[in-house]
């Protein structure tokens, strides 16, 4: 069944799309189906090659690079939002990363550094991005970002990225306290393993993709296609009434202790 969804009045900022594989591509995938108006940051001009080939011949969108720990470049990215839409309806925050260092070694051994570098990128900007996007936001505004379930339970390897996606969380309740006055709302979506470049960070990856679809009900992973029509659910009104909240799609592999054949 397909519930179709008409956003072409709506303004969008994705924040972080990398690539095609990348979760926040799912979402503006969903969002510019839906006729949104969508501009997209990323980090770095090496990643400008593979953002613009993603957005070739279509209409209503653009992109700017955006360093989200650099408070200069955040307000030069808004600043260009304004200028492109006068307003925001949604914003898409699909953004972190911790040094490999961090995710090789024990986390009992992470540095002062890698701590700060995993949680300033990692959740910090959720915080920083909302701060810049609320004057633009209107009332029935919305902000989605990206989480794991390694934040509740201990993923081997995950280490300070775990700590960091509960921080992500916990902003998440703080700041849909704070921006519902206003008729905003905040959530973050807890995808289940995906095979995302950020995956590709984390060792031993493949055995933990292959065991969590051996592990959840539905026999199989979630698949970004599915990430990104949670976050259209959210994002639009058909979510009018969530926020502040961690929303599984995992295809229910997170419910699970422990899974036995009988």
Not at 216 to 234: I, M, S, W, Y
Not at 238 to 244: A, C, K, M
Request: one cysteine or more; charged letters at 20%; hydrophobic letters at 45%.
């Amino acid at each position: 069944m397909t519930v179709q969804i008409d956003l072409s009045d709506k303004t969008a900022l994705v924040m972080g799309v990398a690539n095609a594989r990348s979760l926040g591509w799912a979402i503006a995938e969903q969002l510019l189906a839906a006729g949104c108006r969508v501009g997209f940051s990323y980090q770095g001009e090496r990643l400008k090659g593979e953002l613009d080939k993603l957005l070739a011949g279509r209409d209503g969108v653009w992109s700017q690079q955006a360093d989200a720990t650099s408070e200069e470049e955040l307000s030069a990215l808004f600043a260009r939002v304004k200028a492109e839409f006068g307003h925001l309806d949604y914003l898409v925050h699909s953004i972190a990363f911790a040094p490999r260092t961090a995710m090789d070694g024990r986390f009992l051994d992470t540095t002062t550094e890698d701590w700060n570098t995993a949680l300033n990128v990692s959740a910090y900007t959720l915080v920083s991005t909302a701060r810049h996007a609320e004057p633009l936001l209107r009332a029935g505004g919305s902000v989605v970002s990206l989480t794991y379930h390694a934040s509740q339970k201990v993923v081997p390897k995950y280490n300070v990225m775990g700590v960091a996606k509960a921080a992500l969380e916990a902003a998440t309740r703080y700041l849909a306290s704070e921006m519902g006055a206003a008729g905003v709302r905040v959530n973050t979506i807890s995808a289940g393993p995906m095979r995302t470049i950020a995956a590709r960070s984390i060792p031993g990856f493949g055995t933990m993709f292959e065991k969590a679809a051996e592990a959840a009900p539905l026999g199989r992973n979630a698949t970004p296609d599915e990430v990104g029509k949670l976050a259209l659910f959210l994002l639009s009104d058909l979510g009018s009434g969530v926020t502040g909240q961690t929303v599984y799609v995992d295809a229910g592999s997170s419910i699970m202790a422990m899974k036995i054949e009988s």
